[in-house]
DNA sequence: ATTTTCAAT
């Protein structure tokens, strides 16, 4: 991904109105994880711009997890980076999914919480209480994603550029979350 | 004082 994509887009102050999911996949094996470099990549949701119809991100990677036909027989763990958390929508075809895909662990680090549809607490809910682990990134994250989705080029080196703020808006939405997913109304 | 939310004007 490009640099400024990236940066536009996961910062946790702004409100950018396109979503971009980074996803890895790794093989659990025993107590050992292994990566599958074939399975690692990202994607944005698709917009009613040049006609098309717009999708959110999620249901363009379940379509892109269903193609990989992963080995039932086997265990795999998915992470996925998502810049605005689930929709409420969204949330419900992950956990179809997941009940659908027993032998595929999900994981989600979202860099912002998606709260502008009604619903979206219950959405969360129901992604935690089918086993997935959800949690806000955190500059160990987004550090994370700098080194392996952003494209450097020349400079292999060059260090994650964090925003003022980060921790403090990270930590503040960690809050936010804990609140949502321990609160039992749905 | 401080909006903005997977667009559309």
Redesign the pocket.
Known sequence: MDKQTFLDNFSN???????Y?CYEVELLVGENSIPLDEYKGFL??????MGLE?????PIFLERMASWNLDTELHYRITVF?S????PD?ADELVKFLRENRHVNLRIFAA?????LQGYEAGLRALKAAGTDVAMMTFQEFEYCWKNFVDHQQDEDESFPLWDNLDVESEELTKNLEGILQNQED
Do not use: F, M, V
Not at 13 to 19: G, Q
Not at 112 to 116: E, K, N, S, T
């Open positions: 102050l702004d409100y950018p109105r396109k979503t999911l944005h949701n698709k917009g009613a711009d717009r999708c959110h991100a999620e998502i605005w958390s689930p929709c969204c912002r919480i998606y709260d502008y």
